[in-house]
């Protein structure tokens, strides 16, 4: 999912229709705005999220003390395993750390789930 992306992005040719211009057109304020509860905030990103990745960006199991805001996953067989993990902040900072942080604890924290089952995890730095 995330590969389309960059390919998409470094396409010169591509070009977003009507319905990708409009969620952005929608996200972008949303995102920079200072909303006063995060759960208020969520309701309203989740879903434009949701359409702009092309995938349910919905809540998960519980990993115990950290849940990701949202994620997107696939299961394949009996494993399900996780495509696409978020976390909203209001402030870099809230809550203790910042949101590329406790997303990593959240998807570590997914990842030793009995459901997950084992999946191994590939990761590629750039």
């Not at 390919?7 to 952005?24: C, G, H, L």
């Not at 989740?46 to 003390?65: A, D, H, M, N, Q």
């Amino acid at each position: 999912m995330f590969q389309e992306f960059l390919d998409r992005i470094n396409d010169p040719a591509f070009e977003p229709d009507e319905e990708m211009i409009s969620i952005v057109s929608e996200l972008m304020p949303m995102t920079t705005e200072i909303h006063t509860l995060e759960d208020n905030a969520l309701t309203k990103l989740r879903p434009l999220l949701t359409g702009l990745l092309g995938g349910y960006l919905g809540k998960v199991i519980s990993t115990g003390s950290r849940t990701p805001d949202g994620m997107i996953s696939k299961q394949l067989g009996d494993c399900i395993a996780p495509l696409v993990c978020t976390e909203y902040k209001r402030a870099f900072g809230e809550g203790g750390c910042d949101p590329s942080t406790q997303a990593s604890y959240s998807i570590r924290g997914f990842l030793v789930l009995a459901e997950v089952c084992g999946f191994c995890v590939l990761l590629y730095l750039y």
